[in-house]
Nanobody, 128 residues
Framework: QVQLVESGGGLVQPGVSLTLACVFS????????MGWFRQAPETERSFVAA???????YYGDSVKGRFTIARDNGKNTVYLQMNSLKSEDTAVYYC??????????????????????WGQGAQVTVYS
């Protein structure tokens, strides 16, 4: 059974940076693509970033150039570095894992239904 636990959320002012971490408990972390999604109040969950087992990165349009996803397979951990935070980034951020066994389309990494395991979320609040 795979478990994902996020940490690093908090309350920050605009322009500040935060780094979220997600620890993967289970086997074959390096066989999973990892993603970050977020959900603001009264909105649908949306794609933030993803990274494949070999390190290819994907980003949602709203965070390109500001957020960076990374993984450390030795620590079974995926990170989301968030720079230049805006009030629009306020949301609960969820870590997700996608088991990779075959080639899939790029769009699959951006769809929450593609993912097999989810964390409970970390609140990020950005305010003036």
């Amino acid at each position: 059974q795979v478990q994902l636990v996020e940490s690093g959320g908090g309350l920050v002012q605009p322009g500040v940076s935060l780094t979220l971490a997600c620890v993967f408990s289970g086997r074959d972390f390096d066989s999973y693509a990892m993603g970050w999604f977020r959900q603001a109040p009264e909105t649908e969950r949306s794609f933030v970033a993803a990274i494949t087992w070999h390190g290819r990165e994907y980003y949602g349009d709203s965070v390109k150039g500001r957020f960076t996803i990374a993984r450390d397979n030795g620590k079974n951990t995926v990170y989301l570095q968030m720079n230049s935070l805006k009030s629009e980034d306020t949301a609960v951020y969820y870590c997700a894992g996608l088991l990779q066994g075959k080639r899939i389309g790029t769009d699959a990494y951006m769809q929450d239904c593609s993912y097999d395991a989810w964390g409970q979320g970390a609140q990020v609040t950005v305010y003036s």
